[in-house]
C-alpha cells in the first residue's frame, strides 16, 4: 500500500536527473543583479542573481572565482556563464556558475549612492545634528518586527543588562513594499510615549531586503525625530541611509540594545566604588575638622583670652598716642602759619603795598603816554593821509591827489600842485 510513496530523497533525486539530463541547462547565459554576495574562506562565492521579477541561487567554486577581474559586491550587474541543478541537501535549484563578468551597477545601488549624496549634502549626516544617547534610560522603544531574531536579541540583551528599564515594542513591517511606510508611521508614534531611546532596524538580509530603511521618507522621519535614535539595520557590514542619519549607529540589533542600557552589574560596581570614594573624602573632612577644631581648644586666645585683650589694649594705647601727636602737630603747624601771616608787612603796613602798586601804575601811564602819536602832534608834527592810509614817501604820490593832513587840533583837506624830492 506504501509503495506508491516516494521519499523526498528520491523525487528530489529525479528531479535533479531531469535537469542534469536536459541539454539546455548544460550551458546557460544569465544577467542580473548581484544580492546577498558571500565570499566563503574556502575561496568559493555563493550569492544570488536577481532581475526585477525573479531571483536564483548561485555558486561559484574558488578554481573559476580565482578569474575573474573584478570584486563582486551587493548590487553589481553581472553576466554570468554556467550550468542549472538542484543541489539535493535543500531541494532548492541553483546555477553553478563558470564564468563571470562586470555589467554595470545595479540600479539599487545608483539609487543608494544618489541618495546618499544628496542627503550629506543637504546636512542631514552631520555630527552638529547628532543627539546625544542618554547613559541610564528608564524606556526604550523598539521599532523592528514583532518576530525574528532581532526583536528577541534587543529584548533579551535589554533584560540582561538593566532589567529596571522599560521596552515598548512597535510591531513593524521591516521588509516589502509597504514598509517604508510602516516604518515611519510607527516613528511618529513612538514621540507620544516619554521615550529616552529608540531603536531602528532589523536583521541582516539582501539588498532589497533591507532597501525600506534606504528610503528617503525614513531617513527623514529619523533626522525629524525628537528622540535620540540608534539604528541597528543588518549585520556589521551593512550600511544602510538609516545608519548614516541616526545618532547612533549599531553594526547589529544586539549591539544596538547593548549601547542603549548600562550593563547593571557594571553600575553597581561603579556605584560601590563611588561610596569608597564618599566614605573616604567624609572620613578626610571628618578628620580635617577635628585637627582644626583641635588646633583652635589649644590655641593660646582660647586658653589665656586676656593675653589677647592685653595686646589689643597695648595697640590702642599705641594708636591713641600716634592719634594725640598728629593732633598735637596739626595745631603748631596751623598757629606757625597764623603767627607768619599776622606779621606780614601787608598786615602791618597796608598803605606800603598801595604805594608800590600807585608806583608800578604811574610807570605804565608814563610809558604809554610816551608812546602816544598824538602826543608827537602837539610838538608841531603832522600826519599826511592818502585814501586813509598814512604816507611814509613822496613816491607815492601825483599831482592834484587829495591829501588829508592830521594836526593836533583837526584835519586839514588839501590838493597836490607840486611834488619835491629830496636829492
Same mark, same amino acid.
Given at each position: 500500500m506504501n509503495d506508491k510513496y516516494l521519499t523526498v530523497s528520491a523525487i528530489t533525486r529525479y528531479l535533479k536527473s531531469r535537469f542534469d539530463n536536459d541539454s539546455n541547462l548544460h550551458t546557460v547565459f544569465l544577467k542580473g543583479e548581484i544580492s546577498n554576495f558571500k565570499a566563503h574562506t574556502t575561496g568559493h562565492f555563493y550569492f %544570488?542573481?536577481? #532581475? +526585477?521579477? %525573479? *531571483?536564483?541561487?548561485?555558486i561559484m567554486f574558488r578554481t573559476n572565482a580565482s578569474k575573474i577581474n573584478? *570584486?563582486?559586491? #551587493? /548590487?553589481? $550587474?553581472? !553576466?554570468?556563464?554556467?550550468r542549472i541543478s538542484i543541489y539535493e541537501a535543500t531541494g532548492n535549484y541553483q546555477i =553553478?556558475? #563558470? @564564468?563571470?563578468? @562586470? #555589467? /554595470?551597477? /545595479?540600479? !539599487? =545601488?545608483?539609487?543608494? @549612492?544618489? !541618495? $546618499? *549624496?544628496q542627503l550629506? +549634502? @543637504? /546636512? !542631514?549626516?552631520? +555630527? %552638529?545634528?547628532? $543627539?546625544q544617547i542618554p547613559k541610564i534610560p528608564k524606556k526604550v522603544g523598539i521599532i523592528t518586527a514583532s518576530t525574528g531574531a532581532a526583536v528577541r536579541d534587543i529584548i533579551t540583551t535589554i533584560s540582561r543588562r538593566f532589567p529596571v528599564c522599560e521596552t515598548i515594542l512597535f510591531p513593524t513591517l521591516v521588509q516589502g513594499e509597504n514598509a517604508k511606510d510602516d516604518i515611519v508611521r510607527n516613528i511618529m508614534k513612538a514621540k507620544d510615549y516619554d521615550l529616552d531611546v529608540l531603536i531602528i532596524g532589523r536583521g541582516g538580509g539582501s539588498i532589497e531586503d533591507l532597501w525600506p530603511f534606504n528610503e528617503e521618507i525614513v531617513a527623514r522621519a529619523i533626522y525629524e525625530c525628537e528622540i535620540p535614535t540608534i539604528s541597528a539595520v543588518g549585520h556589521e557590514i551593512d550600511f544602510t541611509i538609516a545608519d548614516f542619519v541616526a545618532d547612533l549607529r549599531a553594526p547589529t540589533p544586539t549591539a544596538a540594545a547593548e549601547l542603549a542600557v548600562p550593563n547593571m552589574i557594571d553600575l553597581e560596581k561603579q556605584m560601590n566604588q563611588y561610596a569608597i570614594r564618599l566614605n573616604e573624602s567624609i572620613y578626610k573632612k571628618i578628620n580635617y575638622q577635628k585637627l582644626y577644631l583641635d588646633s583652635v581648644k589649644n590655641s593660646f586666645v582660647i586658653k589665656s583670652p586676656m593675653i589677647m585683650f592685653e595686646n589689643k589694649k597695648q595697640g590702642l594705647d599705641l594708636m591713641s598716642n600716634k592719634i594725640n601727636e598728629l593732633i598735637t602737630k596739626l595745631i603748631s603747624d596751623k598757629k606757625n602759619r597764623l603767627d607768619n601771616l599776622k606779621n606780614n608787612y601787608v598786615i602791618k603796613s597796608p598803605e606800603i603795598l598801595y604805594q608800590n602798586k600807585a608806583l608800578i601804575l604811574k610807570n605804565v601811564i608814563d610809558k604809554l603816554e610816551l608812546l602816544n602819536p598824538l602826543n608827537i602832534l602837539s610838538r608841531g608834527y603832522s600826519i599826511t593821509y592818502k585814501d586813509d592810509k598814512a604816507l611814509k614817501s613822496v613816491k607815492n604820490l601825483n599831482k592834484n591827489d587829495k591829501i588829508n593832513i592830521k594836526l593836533k587840533d583837526g584835519m586839514i583837506d588839501a590838493s597836490i600842485l607840486k611834488i619835491k624830492e629830496d636829492k
Open positions: %544570488s542573481i536577481k #532581475d +526585477q521579477g %525573479s *531571483k536564483i541561487n548561485a573584478f *570584486k563582486p559586491a #551587493d /548590487g553589481t $550587474k553581472v !553576466l554570468v556563464t554556467g =553553478y556558475v #563558470d @564564468e563571470m563578468q @562586470e #555589467d /554595470g551597477v /545595479g540600479n !539599487l =545601488y545608483i539609487a543608494f @549612492e544618489k !541618495l $546618499k *549624496k550629506a +549634502q @543637504e /546636512g !542631514l549626516f552631520d +555630527q %552638529s545634528h547628532k $543627539k
